[in-house]
């Protein structure tokens, strides 16, 4: 499935582990204002060096979705429906930290000849 966010520009450009860790799972992520919706290209051309808001991302998603049969809008923060998913999200981190923890333990605090034996015998972690 293909993602495309929509990201307030300030934020894309403070917080670049944000859009890192999007891409890693093949989202494309977009500053906003951008080039790519009307609502966009207004501001840009409004103010070319526009830091965005929230509510022209918002603007540009849902602009993106109506333009595009194939494409379905959902907001990703501010709106209660969001906790649940961030809920699961978290739930599933927090029963798998103890794994993920004890391997990167293990791998940075033995030799290498040590680390595959160690990593056997943890495996029920």
Known sequence: MALKVYMV??????KPYR?????????EVIP???KFTNAGR?????????????GLAISEAVEDAIMNKDTNYALGSVLNH??????????????NRWRSAAI????Y??????VQTSVE?????
């Open 9 to 14: 520009k300030v934020s894309y450009h403070q």
């Open 19 to 27: 859009k890192s860790f999007m891409n890693m799972f093949g989202a």
């Open 32 to 34: 906003s204002p951008s």
């Open 42 to 54: 207004a501001e840009l051309e409004r103010d070319p060096s526009s830091n965005g808001s929230l």
């Open 82 to 95: 969001v906790i649940l998913h961030q809920s699961l999200i978290g739930l599933e981190a927090k029963k």
């Open 104 to 107: 990167i333990l293990i791998w």
């Open 109 to 114: 605090s033995l030799p290498a000849a040590e």
């Open 121 to 125: 015998s943890h495996r029920h972690l």
